[in-house]
């Protein structure tokens, strides 16, 4: 599976970048396939590993703020591997097509 995640601290006033850090350090620290981008951290996994990944994240954020918003979107594929990459590489050579017409 896929899932992309966005965990944000609320209670805590504007600076959140330290917290969504140590979100993103578990992620990382997992070793499963991810990706982080300004909006979304991506991980890729099977369903179980995945969403004790995204608990940690969770967690991480918990121990410094009172609450957390957790988004959560998932591509729920079973015997699907490296996902993460083949779709955008499927779209990046539709992509390629177009400028070649």
Do not use: H
């Amino acid at each position: 599976m896929i899932v992309a995640f966005s965990v944000t601290p609320l209670g805590t006033g504007d600076e959140i970048g330290q917290a969504v850090s140590a979100a993103v350090r578990v992620v990382r620290a997992s070793g499963l396939p991810n990706r982080t981008d300004a909006m979304f951290t991506t991980i890729e996994g099977e369903w179980d590993e995945v969403m004790a990944v995204v608990k940690q994240a969770t967690d991480a954020i918990l121990a410094v703020a009172p609450r957390c918003s957790l988004v959560l979107k998932a591509d729920i594929r079973p015997g699907v591997t490296d996902a993460m990459t083949a779709k955008v590489a499927t779209v990046e050579r539709y992509l390629a097509e177009d400028r070649k017409n």
